[in-house]
């Protein structure tokens, strides 16, 4: 020692090699910071803590074998390493680094920067890696060079090595052998912890994506939530025990408590509700908004690619759009059609005709041949109907089972060029008007 002070040796070869550094403390049983000669503001408590550093700064070493460092002498500076071989096999410029445990980055940083491990072999293979936290025992204690990754709890992304910006936080989250999977956030104790290749993942809850190896997109909150997805793309699940069932699924949305929970291999699915709401497991491109309140089911939208939608399980819009001034019309059995509102047609008739059902509310302008009305009238069934075939006509009922209403004037002929009306007020009941 030349011009160093303040400083604090104690112990065999305790500081035995500086020269001018200053501000340094070594205590411990064997040559505690021994190989350090010009650098400053050294703390170093344990045997062998500090060996090797030779020209770091700012280093608290406390433990046996703590900060040791490799036998060609390490410079680096501004770590804290506490605990049994914390940081032991430093090599290189690694500095701002934090380990507490047992082993914690215990194996060889290199030139990584500021790293934070706590607990026993938390990040403890990390070498270049830098900007990583990694909190719980073995936390990832394999990752090597991987970047700004973040670890809490026990075995939490323990065998991921080269990939970054992954966060895990629970026992075992992303714990598998994590491959090439990148920017994925785990929540929750064996969330996402199979071998993932996939990225862009997000899974908050107990065992949540638990299987998901190339799953890609995925956004899963709840208890056991999407624990199926094997290589599902695009999913978004919500809700306790959600789309539970969905292995390749892609581009599903379900919400709600079992939402979905039937659905496997379907596509595009929307499930809303606590049901699972859906008529196919497999198939594509459906919505359902529905609920199970323990007693009964209500479905109050159901829709499939084929394009009709249904409401309350009672009635069902048309696949297609209709026509324009249509107005839809109901069966009074759920079934809903587009029919004209407009104006109304005109049949033009010149030979023996028999109206139909279709042909309601028309204008029927008849030249020629007879007229009947249909065989089975529906209540509400109406014809205007002209005549001009040259002399008086009548409108023939329909002998099968068609009369004029009891009590009403009985069907009458027509005059040329006038005309008359025909009503269905009971079934296959007319009345003639005009």
């Excluded at 001018?20 to 503001?41: C, D, H, K, M």
């Excluded at 071989?85 to 701002?96: E, F, H, S």
């Excluded at 209540?379 to 004029?404: E, K, P």
Aim: aromatic letters at 8%; a negative charge; hydrophobic letters at 35%.
């Amino acid at each position: 020692l030349t011009s160093g002070d303040y400083n604090v040796g104690i112990g065999p070869l305790a500081l035995n090699n500086l020269t001018t550094g200053g501000g340094n403390t070594a205590i411990g049983g064997w040559e505690v910071f021994g190989n350090l000669t010009t650098q400053s503001y050294n703390v170093g408590l344990g045997s062998s803590a500090g060996r090797y550093i030779t020209n770091g700064a700012g280093n608290t070493a406390i433990g046996t074998n703590a900060l040791t460092g490799t036998s060609g002498g390490v410079a680096c500076s501004y770590n804290v390493a506490i605990g049994n071989q914390a940081m032991y096999a430093v090599d290189g410029v690694a500095n701002n680094n934090i380990a507490i445990g047992q082993y914690a980055i215990r194996d060889g940083p290199t030139t990584g920067d500021d790293n934070i491990g706590i607990g026993e072999s938390a990040g403890r293979n990390l070498t270049t890696a830098s900007n990583t936290i990694f909190i719980g025992k073995e936390a990832g204690t394999a990752n090597t060079t991987g970047l700004r990754n973040i670890a809490i709890g026990p075995y939490a992304y323990n065998a991921a090595d080269l990939e970054s910006d992954n966060i895990a936080i629970g026992y075992d989250a992303l714990g598998g052998a994590i491959d090439g999977g990148e920017k994925n956030i785990a929540i929750g104790n064996y969330s996402l912890d199979a071998a993932l290749t996939g990225d862009f993942n997000t899974a908050v809850g107990y065992g949540t994506g638990t299987v998901m190896t190339s799953g890609q997109r995925n956004s899963l909150f709840g208890y056991d939530n999407g624990k199926a997805i094997t290589t599902g793309i695009s999913n978004t699940i919500l809700g306790y025990e959600c789309g539970i069932g969905v292995t390749e699924g892609n581009y599903n949305v379900m919400i709600g408590n079992n939402a979905g929970t039937n659905v496997t291999t379907g596509d595009g699915k929307i499930v809303i509700g606590n049901d699972d709401g859906m008529t196919g497991a497999t198939t594509g491109r459906e919505l359902a908004i529905a609920n199970f309140d323990g007693t009964g089911r209500t479905k109050w939208i159901h829709g499939t690619s084929a394009g009709a939608i249904t409401f309350n399980d009672a009635f069902t819009f048309p696949a297609a759009d209709g026509s324009a001034y249509q107005v839809l019309q109901t069966d009074g059995s759920g079934t809903l059609t587009w029919v004209n509102n407009r104006k109304a047609d005109v049949v033009a008739v010149s030979g023996n005709t028999t109206l139909t059902q279709a042909q309601t509310g028309s204008y029927v302008y008849w030249t020629a041949g007879t007229l009947t009305l249909p065989a089975s009238g529906e209540v509400g069934t109406q014809y205007t109907i002209f005549n001009n075939t040259g002399g008086s006509a009548t409108v023939a009922l329909n002998a099968s089972n068609c009369d004029i209403v009891s009590g009403w004037t009985a069907n009458a002929a027509v005059a040329d060029h006038e005309a008359t009306s025909y009503i269905c007020v009971q079934t296959s009941k007319w009345i003639q008007v005009g």
